[in-house]
């Protein structure tokens, strides 16, 4: 729960948008009004960081209603697992959790098309305490399960979903379900938290120690499916290369550090003005704009836009002028 390119921390809004409040993790829910989910630094011994749910007004969830956040595994990472073969792996989910609400929770496994589903339950048996659990779910020889670059495996946690998400636990089945009818349903206890963090699924029938990645390396496996450029201060350079288009505009190829899942569709950035051009011996332009243009896998192609002071033709680097510069590639996630 360490990387999040988007948000830098900051809370935002447990709702039905498509947010990731942390790298790889995304949150759904249509329960209740004013719940936020962020990056904390509330944390087990030997992490830093947890992601963690707080609830504003309560509600019990309709029928219909969600509340889940869930990770959307790519093919390519689970095929080895032989899903819907008869050599299906087991696989151990073990994480470490803590609420404010006590109780039994569920967490599921599910393939892209939502036809085939494993609930699982778990309990959280003292209040504001973190306690570690591990479940291992036998692999399932049925259903369709994705081996390429699109979902092929969902691991989803449940908060408070409706009832016609209600199953029994134990046993793979064909439909979409998300937890039991003997769950508990955090989201209608306003104010309630719910941490978590240590999230690992692996082949096999036991849990083994967390498997701590270097920094970098955590970063660059998130920006497969987020390529993005995060200011570490001011004077950042950025892998830009551009020349200039007439006196308001340049174009250019920005390189991704990691080959992407699939070409991005678009861009946003903290603020355009937090991007200059420079050309050596002219000066230095501030943006203000940032276009999105044609894309592939490895580098995306932007153009700058600013007031005056650019030149056709003549070639120009981009740097961040402020700590809080970012600039996200999206439509790469699953």
Same mark, same amino acid.
């Given at each position: 729960?360490?990387?999040?390119?988007?948000n830098?921390?900051?809370?935002?809004v447990?709702?039905?948008?498509?947010?990731?409040?942390?790298?790889?993790?995304?949150?759904?829910n249509?329960?209740?009004?004013?719940?936020?989910?962020?990056?904390?630094?509330?944390?087990?011994?030997?992490?830093?960081?947890?992601?963690?749910?707080?609830?504003?007004?309560?509600?019990?969830?309709?029928a219909?209603?969600?509340?889940?956040?869930?990770?959307?595994?790519?093919?390519?990472?689970?095929?080895?697992?032989?899903?819907?073969?008869?050599?299906?792996?087991?696989?151990?989910?073990?994480?470490?959790?803590?609420?404010?609400?006590?109780?039994?929770?569920?967490?599921?496994?599910?393939?892209?098309?939502?036809?085939?589903?494993?609930?699982?339950?778990?309990?959280?048996?003292?209040?504001?305490?973190?306690?570690?659990?591990?479940?291992?779910?036998?692999?399932? /020889? $049925?259903?369709?399960?994705?081996?390429? !670059? +699109?979902?092929?495996?969902?691991l &989803? =946690?449940?908060l408070? #979903?409706?009832?016609?998400?209600?199953?029994?636990?134990?046993?793979?089945?064909?439909?979409?379900?998300?937890?039991?009818?003997?769950?508990?349903?955090?989201?209608?206890?306003?104010?309630?938290?719910?941490?978590?963090?240590?999230?690992?699924?692996?082949?096999?029938?036991?849990?083994?120690?967390f498997?701590?990645?270097?920094?970098g390396?955590?970063?660059?496996?998130?920006?497969?499916?987020?390529?993005?450029?995060?200011?570490?201060?001011?004077?950042?350079?950025?892998?830009?290369?551009?020349?200039?288009?007439?006196?308001?505009?340049?174009?250019?190829?920005?390189?991704f550090?990691?080959?992407?899942?699939?070409?991005?569709?678009?861009?946003t950035?903290?603020?355009?003005?937090?991007? /200059? $051009?420079?050309?050596?011996?002219?000066? !230095? +332009?501030v943006?203000?704009?940032? &276009? =999105?243009?044609?894309? #592939?896998?490895?580098?995306?192609?932007?153009?700058?836009s600013?007031a005056?002071?650019?030149?056709?033709?003549?070639?120009?680097?981009l740097?961040?002028?402020?700590?809080?510069?970012?600039?996200?590639?999206?439509?790469?996630?699953?």
């Amino acid at each position: 729960m360490v990387i999040d390119q988007r948000n830098a921390g900051a809370s935002v809004v447990f709702g039905t948008g498509s947010l990731f409040p942390v790298d790889r993790f995304k949150t759904y829910n249509t329960v209740g009004s004013g719940s936020t989910v962020q990056r904390s630094t509330t944390a087990p011994a030997g992490f830093y960081n947890s992601l963690l749910f707080t609830v504003g007004t309560g509600a019990s969830p309709s029928a219909a209603d969600e509340c889940i956040f869930f990770q959307p595994i790519e093919g390519f990472n689970v095929l080895d697992l032989g899903f819907g073969t008869a050599a299906a792996s087991s696989v151990t989910i073990s994480f470490q959790v803590r609420s404010s609400v006590t109780g039994t929770y569920a967490l599921r496994l599910r393939n892209q098309a939502g036809n085939r589903s494993y609930v699982a339950t778990y309990t959280i048996s003292a209040a504001n305490t973190w306690e570690q659990k591990t479940i291992t779910i036998a692999g399932d /020889t $049925s259903g369709t399960w994705a081996k390429d !670059n +699109t979902i092929g495996i969902l691991l &989803t =946690f449940d908060l408070g #979903s409706g009832s016609n998400y209600n199953t029994t636990a134990g046993a793979w089945q064909a439909g979409d379900f998300t937890r039991t009818s003997g769950c508990v349903n955090f989201i209608a206890t306003s104010g309630a938290t719910f941490y978590i963090t240590g999230v690992q699924l692996e082949a096999g029938t036991t849990a083994s120690p967390f498997e701590y990645r270097q920094y970098g390396t955590e970063l660059q496996l998130c920006q497969r499916y987020l390529p993005a450029f995060v200011s570490s201060s001011t004077n950042s350079t950025l892998p830009f290369n551009g020349a200039g288009a007439n006196t308001v505009a340049q174009s250019g190829v920005f390189k991704f550090d990691v080959q992407a899942r699939v070409p991005p569709t678009g861009v946003t950035v903290s603020s355009a003005s937090h991007f /200059t $051009s420079s050309r050596p011996s002219t000066g !230095n +332009t501030v943006a203000t704009a940032v &276009t =999105f243009g044609a894309s #592939s896998t490895e580098a995306c192609q932007i153009q700058i836009s600013a007031a005056s002071g650019l030149a056709a033709d003549a070639p120009y680097s981009l740097y961040a002028n402020s700590a809080s510069g970012v600039m996200l590639f999206t439509g790469c996630e699953l």
